[in-house]
């Protein structure tokens, strides 16, 4: 099964190929990976997507929270969140009926267009992972002629945080579920 | 005042308590060795001159294993830090604290394939705790702060510091940080109460326990709470090979050692236990055998530092996370409260009897031949002569088996070996070090004759420093694991093998002025041994073995523990 995975890390020199490493020495996949600065100086989250049975995914989060230098680390996909990721397009877009067609999907799937030449356009789609790959299939009968994607980010939902602090408060085990250095 | 970096690193080690360094310099760390001569008195530190960086590295494992303190080594750039990777990956894998200084090119070249450049913290990074590049001399203090606090803390291992050779040249005020905190690392002790009595509660249940000790239980100090577990809940009790020493081999309730070569008895109570008792193990392949055969009707309970270690290999019924002493301590407390409450302990006669009757069945042996000197024979002459008492170091390989199936360790932290990675050429220098770190214990290197020549350039070190190790070599002039192997499953196919050319080991030993015996017959042994062990200094002595004597018993990789082949 596919699972989100979302890691608080020391933003240090190394530390993106400390997690890379870690994926590739012992066997897992990295399908999807984003890193960026978070709101507190010297520290990034990164996103990443993997799959896995149960076995595999609870060793993927105890060997990255074993790092000495990540701070948290969240399966999101275990609790109700938002994920988005990003895609641009290339499309082929010649004027008349092909442009019009674009420009239908564009407005459909609400997304933009943010570059505009003879015969192509660049477009921007921001959705879940399904709604990127529908677009992307439509588009493909069209003419894609370059794509680039960010994997995606994920946020667990405000309600599900609330919820969750108060089961961690009342739970039995709670070194199980840990997932952050206390 | 204001110093060099390197002069930095030096007082950064002496305000860590360090008293011995094992190293080989080179063109990146002039300036460290440089700073050491000059200020050796006030410093307080000896350094070991080695003759291969990968026994400076085996040299401070040996002393952290016989000591429990944190080892330390220094190597330079390029090769010389190649040369240590793998003491680094043996490091790693038996969880020895150590914290290893490597040069590095000036900061302006690195990146640039310079003379001697390698990417020491890039090559290194699957196989540390953790590494560090410290580039600006500002960060040198701190940086080693964190070092020995990682690498001595929670799941111990090693920490690499690499030190290009600008930084160290650059000036600082000397200052060293006495506090440490990081959020990112925050290894938890404690285990949670509501776990330890569950477990508490298992035990007192279960019918066919069995306690099994690992390394974790050494590291942790907890070979007194062990016992006394042990003893307060009649506990049969195994050890890895990592773990022995942590329960005297001599007590009644201990099994020996599990696993590939582990005893009948023991294998089979494992494989009938109900309830295994993990301390500080990790269920390692060579323990477990295949592992859906692995004490198929038991429920385990796993104590481990390390979170990522439980129910990695088998599903844990009652995993706890903590330190093997401070969880020992708590499962104590918590059976006495029980017992307050009217728990009983039962005394499970019936489970000690099958477990005795299984070792009167199949107990350790070997035939005796002749003149012939038997390998097992040797281990069993050097237990006697010793008292048990000595500290053994060993190879990797058939001899290692012998003396960790027959020399029966009393004590914690007197049987060093490679277990985890299994790198020949560990023994002796790993001698060495525990030598250094323990002067007044006798210290041997039982070795085979192909790991040693792996390692016995150090002869020169023994020799320079006059370190009284009595190097050991079981001779039987083939990589004998290997050729058993190829007897056992390869139907006698001795491919590459067969090292009888070789040196005489006398000579080599006298080329380096280092005294040596040998015997090649049984009736020689004990007075062999008995002279070479009463000689002080270093001393080599070889006994020319059997040649191709079989470890037993055996589990054949992937076999179920229960399936060993017993002769």
């Known amino acids: 099964m596919k699972h989100t995975i979302s890691l608080l890390v020391e933003n240090e020199y190394g530390m993106l190929s400390r997690v890379s490493g870690l994926f590739s020495a012992r066997g897992y996949q990295i399908d999807t990976l984003n890193v960026a600065p978070t709101l507190e100086e010297g520290v990034s989250r990164m996103t990443l997507t993997t799959h896995g049975n149960d076995h595999i995914i609870e060793q993927i989060l105890r060997q990255t929270l074993k790092l000495v230098k990540v701070i948290q680390v969240t399966d999101m996909t275990a609790n109700p969140h938002v994920e988005r990721e990003m895609v641009m397009l290339t499309v082929s877009a010649r004027r008349g009926e092909e442009r019009q067609e674009v420009l239908s999907l564009v407005k459909i799937f609400r997304a933009r267009v943010v570059d505009v030449s003879e015969d192509a356009l660049i477009l921007e789609l921001t959705g879940n992972g399904e709604k990127v790959e529908a677009f992307i299939n439509l588009l493909r009968t069209i003419g894609i002629q370059d794509m680039v994607r960010t994997g995606p980010v994920a946020m667990t939902r405000v309600a599900a945080v609330r919820a969750l602090q108060q089961i961690e408060d009342e739970e039995e085990f709670s070194e199980l579920t840990l997932n952050e250095k206390v | ?567």
């Open chain 2, 1 to 567: 005042m204001k110093m060099r970096g390197a002069r930095i690193l030096l007082e950064a080690l002496r305000c860590e308590g360090v008293n011995h360094i094992f190293g080989y310099p080179g063109g990146a760390v002039l300036h460290i060795y440089d700073e050491m001569i000059k200020h050796a008195e006030s410093l307080g530190i000896k350094h070991y001159l080695v003759r291969h960086e990968q026994a400076a590295l085996f040299g401070a494992a040996g002393y952290t294993q016989a000591t429990g303190k944190t080892g330390v080594a220094l190597v330079t750039s390029g090769p010389g830090g190649t040369n240590a990777v793998t003491g680094v990956a043996n490091a790693f894998m038996d969880s020895l604290p150590m914290v290893v200084f490597t040069g590095q090119v000036p900061t302006n070249l690195i990146g640039n394939d310079a003379f001697q450049e390698a990417d020491l913290t890039g090559i290194t990074r699957s196989c540390v705790k953790h590494n560090y590049l410290v580039k600006k001399v500002e960060d040198l203090a701190p940086t080693i702060k964190e070092a020995f606090y990682v690498a001595s803390t929670g799941r111990p291992g090693p920490v690499l510091v690499d030190l290009p050779k600008d930084m160290t040249a650059q000036e600082l005020e000397f200052s060293y940080p006495e506090t440490i905190e990081m959020r990112s690392y925050k290894p938890q002790t404690q285990g949670n109460p509501k776990a330890v009595r569950r477990a508490v509660e298992a035990m007192l249940e279960a019918e066919r326990p069995v306690l099994y000790i690992g390394g974790g239980a050494i590291h942790g100090g907890a070979h007194d709470e062990v016992r006394r577990l042990a003893e307060r809940l009649n506990l049969p009790t195994t050890c890895t090979l990592m773990g022995l020493g942590a329960f005297p081999a001599s007590h009644p309730l201990s099994l020996g050692m599990l696993g590939m070569h582990g005893g009948y008895w023991t294998n089979m109570a494992v494989n009938n236990c109900d309830l295994l008792i993990s301390i500080g193990a990790r269920f390692d392949d060579r323990v477990t055998g295949k592992l859906t055969e692995f004490a198929k009707g038991a429920r385990f309970i796993h104590v481990d530092i390390d979170p990522s270690c439980i129910s990695k290999n088998v599903p844990c019924d009652f995993p706890i996370i903590g330190d093997s002493k401070v969880v020992v301590q708590q499962m104590l407390d918590e059976v006495e409260q029980m017992v307050g409450h009217g728990a009983n302990i039962t005394p499970r006669q019936g489970w000690h009897d099958q477990i005795a009757a299984w070792r009167e069945q199949h107990p350790f042996w070997f035939k005796e031949d002749g003149d012939i000197i038997k390998p097992q024979y040797v281990i069993h002459e050097l237990h006697r002569l010793t008292g048990g008492k000595a500290v053994v170091s060993a190879d990797v390989g058939q001899h290692q088996m012998w003396t960790a199936q027959l020399y029966g360790f009393d004590h914690p932290r007197n049987w060093l070996n490679s277990g985890g990675l299994g790198a020949m050429g560990y023994g002796f220098p790993a001698a060495i070090g525990a030598a250094v770190a323990r002067p007044n214990d006798l210290v041997v290197a039982v070795v085979g004759d192909g790991g040693f020549q792996m390692s016995c350039n150090e002869l020169a070190t023994i020799k320079q420093y006059n370190i009284p190790v009595k190097i050991l070599v079981i001779n039987n002039g083939y990589l004998g694991m290997v050729r058993q192997w190829q007897e056992q499953f390869y139907e006698h196919r001795y491919s590459h093998s067969n090292i009888e050319v070789a040196p005489d080991f006398l000579k080599l030993a006298g080329a380096y002025d280092v005294p040596a015996m040998r015997a090649t017959k049984a009736s020689e042994v004990t007075a062999v041994l008995e002279k070479a062990l009463n000689t002080p200094g270093p001393m080599l002595i070889e006994m020319q073995v059997a040649r191709e004597e079989n470890v037993f018993p055996i589990v054949p990789a992937g076999a179920a523990l229960k399936d060993m082949i017993l002769a």
